[in-house]
């Protein structure tokens, strides 16, 4: 258990490591989009049969909350309303294209943030790094079943 609790804080610090490489790519975009809006944006991006009330329940927020992050992305011509082809008393939330390009620019710079610190890694770290991440991602898309080769203990 030792060495999980090792392993977790190493996580924990690669992790803040890994936040600060995209804040910073974030904030260098234009125009800069505050995180709440961005997070809507990906959220309205990731399904498009998103309305007020899924918005409301994905950002864990009360729906009036959610209704005014849509009504500054409305404003700012990255959000739009329309009312839903399947129930008329529903809205639908729809990118403009100027959300697309800016959540396609944004994918690219984060992109290029992490190749850059990744480039000052040995080639062999990164490919230890793409194996062992992939074994994260399966060991928590999966609670309680193990990766395929198992796991190591200390």
Do not use: K, W
């Not at 999966?142 to 796991?151: I, K, L, N, W, Y």
């Amino acid at each position: 258990m030792e060495y999980a609790t090792e392993v977790a804080a190493a996580v924990e610090s690669s992790v803040e490591s890994l936040v600060g490489v995209l804040e910073r790519a974030r904030l260098a975009q234009q125009p800069a989009v505050p995180p709440a809006q961005l997070r809507v944006l990906t959220i309205v991006a990731g399904n498009r049969h998103t309305n007020m009330s899924r918005l409301a329940e994905a950002l864990d927020v009360v729906p009036s909350s959610a209704s005014r992050l849509c009504d500054r992305l409305e404003a700012t011509g990255l959000l739009r309303r329309v009312a839903d082809p399947r129930d008329r008393r529903e809205v639908r939330l729809l990118l403009t294209s100027a959300a697309r390009r800016l959540l396609a620019d944004l994918r690219e710079r984060r992109r290029a943030a992490l190749a850059e610190v990744l480039e000052r890694m040995p080639v062999a770290a990164q490919q230890d790094l793409l194996r062992a991440l992939q074994a994260f991602t399966a060991a928590a898309g999966h609670p309680g079943e193990q990766p395929e080769e198992g796991r190591q203990t200390a």
